[in-house]
């Protein structure tokens, strides 16, 4: 399990980041958080192998870091993202769902929430409602469910399902 973290510096709205980073830790053990500062460091990293990242949360405090992350659009496509935008301005609002976010806030919203849905969307991903992942970040296969192709019926533990 990996959670890739981007926050660059940025005064005082970059404390605010860091609370979030302090939240993070306090729910993901700290070998399995991968932390960014830069665009250049983020762009070397989503060019790698992504089997692994369960969820990128993306701080943008203002916005220049926002238009770095915006710059990366195609990288981000198929990742599970936390998108915190610097302000609520409709424009910026409008960028940030081009991300396809599945959670969306701003730097000065509460750390705590941001925390809380990043613990569920953990949770539903690992073992929950879309299935349970191998050590590879693969869709493990569960061994009492067996496919009939030739009918698309579903057997297991002597149940029989439609698709």
């Not at 993901?28 to 990128?56: F, G, M, W």
């Not at 599970?80 to 409008?94: A, F, G, H, Q």
């Not at 970040?137 to 399902?161: T, V, Y």
Request: proline residues 5%; hydrophobic residues 35%; positive net charge.
């Amino acid at each position: 399990m990996t959670v890739l973290f981007y926050t660059p510096y940025a005064g005082d709205t970059g404390k605010k980041c860091e609370k979030l980073r302090d939240e993070i830790e306090s729910l993901v053990p700290v070998e399995e958080i991968e932390i960014y500062r830069t665009k250049a460091e983020l762009s070397q990293r989503l060019h790698q192998p992504r089997y692994n990242l369960d969820v990128c949360i993306l701080c943008a405090p203002n916005r220049k870091a926002f238009s770095d992350i915006l710059s990366l659009r195609e990288l981000l496509e198929d990742l599970r993202i936390i998108l915190l935008l610097p302000d609520s301005k409709k424009d910026t609002i409008t960028k940030g769902h081009t991300l396809r976010p599945r959670f969306l806030s701003y730097v000065d919203g509460n750390p705590a929430i941001i925390a809380a849905v990043l613990q569920k969307m953990l949770t539903n991903y690992r073992h929950g409602e879309y299935g349970r992942y191998d050590e590879y970040g693969r869709l493990a296969k569960d061994p009492d469910m067996e496919w009939s192709f030739s009918n698309n019926i579903k057997h297991k533990e002597g149940k029989q399902w439609r698709n």
